[in-house]
């Protein structure tokens, strides 16, 4: 079935420092792609998404290309703030037999220290 | 409401309890979603509905898991028999045809 693989965290920067997160996925078709921050003790917020091949995605300083001939969605921030310390998940939406649904990777813990 | 709202935010249960989980969809987002979290990891699908109807509920672990959105607005996901495995983040998530899955802060769910 689909799937979405991130890179293991957790991920420590410096203020300022540049980010990569790397995903890729595997799927029939050709899904939409998001990714998703949670802060602690909150649910998932929408950060960007993609839905076709060489899409950018972009919000609040992050980028992700969708990349279909490498299966990848990576995230990239050029200056990380401490304010971006949070879990970051990669996703792909699938629609199979009437449902919908999003596949979530394992997620990526990054902090930032000042 | 402006967004996703769930109830409780916090829920320690007994093992063998029963226990009921709420979700307050976005007005007007016809399909709604269950996701289980658990510690660590990425959310898992549970159980998908458009309007009133339960068009996929592939996701439920067992059948001591069941939900319900009898109007097309408000969910509750049930657990029956509760076992300390059931302990994750129970997420309900909202949408409309343009606009995409918008998540509540999440219940999470104690056995003792």
């Known amino acids: 079935g689909d799937s979405v693989t991130q890179m293991e965290g957790p991920v420590t920067l410096s203020e300022e420092a540049f980010l990569t997160i790397n995903c890729t996925y595997t799927?029939?078709?050709?899904?939409?792609l998001f990714w998703y921050v949670q802060y602690p003790g909150e649910g998932l917020q929408l950060l960007l998404k993609?839905?076709?091949?060489?899409d950018k995605g972009s919000n609040k300083g992050f980028e992700a290309t969708y990349r279909k001939e490498t299966t990848s969605f990576h995230l990239e921030k050029g200056s990380v703030q401490v304010s971006d310390s949070a879990v970051y998940f990669c996703?792909?939406?699938?629609?199979?037999?009437?449902?919908?649904?999003?596949?979530f990777g394992k997620g990526t813990k990054l902090t930032v220290n000042p | 409401g402006a967004g996703v709202s769930q109830s409780p935010r916090y829920k320690v249960a007994k093992r063998g309890q029963d226990v009921a989980l709420r979700c307050d969809p976005i007005?007007?987002?016809?399909?709604l979603f269950w996701y289980q979290q658990a510690l660590g990891q990425g959310p898992e699908f549970l159980t998908y509905?458009?309007?009133?109807?339960?068009?996929?509920k592939s996701g439920l672990p067992s059948d001591r898991f069941f939900a319900e959105r009898p109007e097309g607005s408000v969910s509750t996901l049930k657990i029956q028999r509760t076992q300390q495995e059931d302990s994750a983040v129970y997420l309900c998530?909202?949408?409309?045809?343009?606009?995409?899955?918008?998540f509540g802060d999440g219940t999470r769910l104690s056995i003792l």
């Open positions: 998530a909202s949408s409309s045809r343009v606009r995409p899955q918008h």
């Open positions: 799927a029939t078709g050709y899904p939409s």
């Open positions: 993609a839905t076709k091949a060489d």
């Open positions: 996703a792909l939406e699938q629609y199979q037999g009437g449902s919908e649904k999003l596949v």
């Open positions: 007005s007007g987002h016809v399909s």
């Open positions: 509905f458009q309007n009133e109807a339960q068009l996929d």
